[in-house]
């Protein structure tokens, strides 16, 4: 598969991918005769990991430890990547609660915007505390 194809499925930039590839994230990468990138399945679902855990927030260098790690066998390798997963399920934990805070303040802000609109409450707000409340 070529660069464009597997920018589509997987949905990254071509740029995006080049640097991935140049940053060696890529094992299964191969390239053809003339040294254009060749994608096989196997390097789609590296690339789709890799999107996975840059979706989590993930830095590049720890993405690029967990396939080291993934590569390797064996009751060391499995708990080292056991201990990396556990991290990434607090860090998308954290994400998760932040989230679910800024929605209880959004759904406060459109319930006060609501009542204004039926005249329950007065627009009395400064416009900085109606930005952030």
Same mark, same amino acid.
């Given at each position: 598969?070529?660069?464009?194809?597997?920018?589509?499925?997987?949905?990254?930039?071509?740029?995006?991918?080049?640097?991935?590839?140049?940053?060696?994230?890529?094992?299964?990468?191969?390239?053809?005769?003339?040294?254009?990138?060749?994608?096989?399945?196997?390097?789609?679902?590296?690339?789709?990991?890799?999107?996975?855990?840059?979706? %989590?927030?993930?830095?590049?260098?720890?993405?690029?430890?967990?396939?080291? %790690?993934?590569?390797?066998?064996?009751?060391?390798?499995?708990?080292?990547?056991?201990?990396?997963? %556990?991290?990434?399920?607090?860090?998308?934990?954290?994400?998760?609660?932040?989230?679910?805070?800024?929605?209880?303040?959004?759904?406060?802000?459109?319930?006060?915007?609501?009542?204004?609109?039926?005249?329950?409450?007065?627009?009395?707000?400064?416009?900085?505390?109606?930005?952030?409340?």
């Amino acid at each position: 598969m070529k660069i464009s194809e597997v920018s589509k499925v997987v949905g990254l930039s071509v740029a995006t991918i080049r640097y991935y590839s140049g940053l060696g994230l890529i094992p299964s990468e191969k390239r053809d005769l003339s040294g254009e990138r060749i994608f096989d399945d196997e390097a789609v679902v590296w690339l789709q990991g890799i999107k996975f855990q840059r979706d %989590l927030g993930i830095p590049l260098s720890e993405i690029k430890k967990y396939i080291a %790690l993934c590569q390797q066998t064996g009751p060391a390798a499995v708990k080292r990547r056991y201990k990396m997963l %556990l991290k990434q399920r607090e860090k998308a934990k954290s994400d998760f609660l932040d989230s679910v805070e800024r929605m209880d303040i959004i759904d406060s802000k459109i319930k006060r915007e609501e009542e204004i609109m039926k005249g329950k409450r007065s627009d009395s707000l400064s416009a900085a505390r109606r930005f952030s409340q």
